[in-house]
């Protein structure tokens, strides 16, 4: 839908609450390729240390266009 190459800005915006190996993030990062730009909306959250992506969807920067990536409620994830 971007076409390739894409780039991926290295700055996310949102936020992080970690303590002690568990966790929630909400992040958002920008992306974009030759033929159009957009963002990646994330959640995560952290168990014992390690990650996993809760839920992750594409919008377009017109906002036309929204995609599913990680379904969250196909994940192990609990509800903030």
């Given at each position: 839908?971007?076409?390739?190459?894409?780039?991926?800005?290295?700055?996310?915006?949102?936020?992080?609450?970690?303590?002690?190996?568990?966790?929630?993030?909400?992040?958002?990062?920008?992306?974009?390729?030759?033929?159009?730009?957009?963002?990646?909306?994330?959640?995560?959250?952290?168990?014992?240390?390690?990650?996993?992506?809760?839920?992750?969807?594409?919008?377009?920067?017109?906002?036309?266009?929204?995609i599913?990536?990680?379904?969250?409620?196909?994940?192990?994830?609990?509800?903030?």
């Open positions: 839908m971007l076409g390739e190459p894409m780039r991926v800005s290295r700055i996310a915006e949102g936020r992080i609450l970690a303590n002690r190996g568990d966790g929630n993030a909400d992040l958002t990062v920008q992306i974009s390729g030759p033929l159009g730009r957009g963002k990646l909306d994330e959640w995560a959250q952290e168990e014992n240390g390690k990650w996993q992506v809760c839920g992750l969807q594409f919008e377009s920067s017109d906002g036309s266009t929204s599913t990536l990680v379904d969250e409620s196909l994940t192990h994830c609990e509800p903030e």
